[in-house]
C-alpha cells in the first residue's frame, strides 16, 4: 500500500548554497520551499568544500543562517539537518584532512555547524561516513552527548551499511544514550552495474538490506541524488558510465509509460516512486520552477501494478 505523500516528505538539499547557487537564489528557493509547506532544509558542514575557491566547507551552512537571520519567525516553521565528518581542516586538502568522527572532531564540528547557522540546535544531526580509524563506541558517546545536552533532536547514519548501524545501535542501548534513527543513502529508480565504481567519491548505494533493515527497526530513510542531477530528463547530463546496460533501458521504458500514463514527468514519477515505499527523497534544484516540479510529484499516485512494473524491469 503507498504511503500517505505530503510535500514535507520532500527533502530540500542546499548543498550548492553559497557556491554555485548564489545567495539570492538560494533564498528565492528557500522562501518558496516554505511557502508550499516544505519543511526539511539539508546541509552539511563541508558544502561544499570542492566548489568553492576557498578549499573550505560552510557555504551553504552560511547562507542558511544568513536567510534564517533575514525572515523573521521561519526557523520555527523549518527543520535543519546537517552532518559532520568530511569537513576538511586544510584548504584543498581532502580526504587527507576531513575531520573525522572522533569526539572532539564531532563536537568541533557541530559546535562550528551552528555558529554558521545562527541557531541554537539542529533537528537531526548526521555522521557524514564512516570512521573506521576511531572506535565507534566514541562516535555513538559523542553523538548521544549532543542529543543529552538538548543541542541535537534526532542523530542519524549517512552513507553506512546497516551492519555498521545495528552495531552502534547496540552500543547506544547498552551505555544509555541516544541511538541513530534515520540513514541517509543514495538511491534511484536506476541502478548502476552491479559493482561498479560510483563516479562520486564517498556515496554508498541503498542496498535492498538497509531497507529491510530499517523498515524492520523502524528507523527513517533518506534518499540522496534520486533524480540523479538531472539525468532522466536533460540530454546535456547524461547518466554516468556505470548505468549503461539493459536494465537501465529497461526502466526507462516503463518509465515513460507510466509518465504517459500519470500526465506526470519522469522526474515526478521517479520521486512518486520513492515516496510510495515510504523513503524521503532529497531534492537539490537551482531555481524555484525546477522545486515547484519535484514538490508536485507528492500529487502523483502510483498503482500497485506500475510499482510492480518497475520493480521487474529493475
Known sequence: MSAKKTVDQIVL?????????????????MDRFVARGGRWLDTANCYA??????GLGGASERTIGEWLRS????????????KVRQD???????????EGLSASAVVDGFSRSLERLGVERVDLLWAHAEDRDVPLVETVGAFGDLVGRGVVARIGAANHP??????????????????????QLRHSLVQPRPGAALPDAGHRLLAAD???????????????????????????????????????TEVLRVLDEVVAETGATRHQVVLAWLLHQGIR??????????????????????QDDQMARFAAAR
Open 281 to 302: 527523497p532529497l531534492i537539490g534544484v537551482s531555481n524555484p520552477s525546477q522545486l515547484d516540479e519535484a514538490l508536485d510529484a507528492t500529487q502523483v499516485t502510483l
Open 49 to 54: 568544500f570542492w566548489m568553492d575557491p576557498s
Open 210 to 248: 538497509d531497507l529491510d533493515y530499517a523498515r524492520a527497526e523502524g528507523l527513517e530513510v533518506w534518499a540522496y541524488t534520486p533524480l540523479l542531477h538531472g539525468g532522466y530528463a536533460r540530454a546535456d547530463r547524461p547518466f554516468p558510465p556505470a548505468y549503461e546496460h539493459p536494465g537501465t
Open 71 to 82: 525572515r523573521s519567525g521561519v526557523r520555527g516553521e523549518v527543520r535543519i539537518a546537517t
Open 13 to 29: 538539499g542546499t548543498m550548492a548554497f553559497g557556491t554555485t547557487v548564489d545567495r539570492d537564489g538560494a533564498f528565492a528557493i
Open 88 to 98: 576538511p581542516l586544510v584548504a584543498h586538502r581532502w580526504p587527507e584532512s576531513a
Open 162 to 183: 546497516a551492519w555498521r548501524i545495528e552495531q552502534a545501535r547496540s552500543i547506544a542501548r547498552s551505555t544509555g544514550v541516544e541511538p541513530w534513527s534515520a540513514l
